[in-house]
């Protein structure tokens, strides 16, 4: 070998690094977008009701404490499999969990907490546009806001009982400190 | 001949079409002025629903929400930037079909320039180095033999 040897090295270390960068880029789930939202204060909005329901649900609600606001609708899918994990939250009394029915069927959406049970302290019907303050592209999505109404987390998708345990509770628990 | 003419001509009109426009005639402004301002961001956002679609030109109903909520924003008295800048506060930078130029993307779009200077080094760099080790002059002897060698391939 030359003293030039170590330059045959180059491709095969180009060749590594690139490697190591698509295997990390492969744990990656593109589907979930960064919120700008994080860290700031939750839109301010109130929304009506479910007819026959007596309160809707406002920013207002939010204040003074930590809570959950999860975004829902009965045509959507995984929501119906994440309400069984909402409602088992809801038991434990940990946190308040706010619902925005996004973009559903009032009577569909009554339908869907009659036949499911009702997790939430307050639910809002929402056209759209309130969810556009929130940054919902796709349903499921909830947020963990804190007492001053600061929005700390987003959670796209369903929440499995995992997320729950690992993420929810303990960033609750902090919160609340 | 007509025939082909026509054909032809009915194919290069629809190639100068584009792709169709998801915009729907009940969200369109009565201002036609208005109306292209709102195309102008619309194609610039991203529907997140189908990622590669501007709202513009995807049937999703978060795109059909954006675009009613451009417009209304558009025809409240915003500025192209307003209406872009309140979008992407609550989307983010992934909303815009764009990437802006900050410290953040500097490598997104200053890449393909340094690969390029990285790749010219190199290259630059082999030939310099090709001149340097390039073969010594021949030797007497090895002058002769080639003239002897060329001379005997000339003649017939």
Known sequence: MNKRGWIFLIPAAVFALLAAVFYAGLGIDTSVLPSPLIDQPAPRFALPPLPGEAQGFSSADLAGHVSLVNTFASWCTPCRAEHRVLNALAQTKRVPIYGINYKDKADAALAWIAELGNPYTRIGADDGRVGIDWGIYGVPETFIVDRDGRIRYKHVGPLTREDVERTILPLVARLER | ?156
Not at chain 2, 18 to 32: F, H, I, N, S, W
Not at chain 2, 96 to 108: A, D, W
Not at chain 2, 126 to 143: D, Q, V
């Open chain 2, 1 to 156: 001949m007509t025939r082909a003419l026509l054909i032809a001509f009915a194919f290069a009109a629809a190639m100068a079409a584009g792709p169709a426009l998801a915009v729907r005639p009940d969200e369109m402004l009565a201002d036609p002025g208005l109306e292209a301002r709102a195309r102008d961001v619309g194609r610039e956002l991203r529907c997140l629903v189908c990622r590669n679609q501007s709202i513009d030109d995807s049937d999703a109903d978060l795109a059909h929400d954006l675009r009613v909520l451009v417009r209304e924003r558009i025809k409240g008295g915003d500025s192209d930037d307003q209406v872009v800048a309140y979008v992407r506060s609550r989307y983010g930078d992934f909303v815009l079909l764009r990437p802006p130029f900050e410290i953040g993307t500097l490598l997104l779009w200053g890449g393909p320039l340094l690969i390029l200077l990285l790749g010219g080094g190199a290259l630059a760099r082999f030939y310099r180095s090709k001149g340097e080790t390039a073969a010594p002059p021949l030797s007497a002897e090895e002058r002769q033999r080639l003239a002897s060698v060329l001379g005997e391939g000339t003649e017939p």
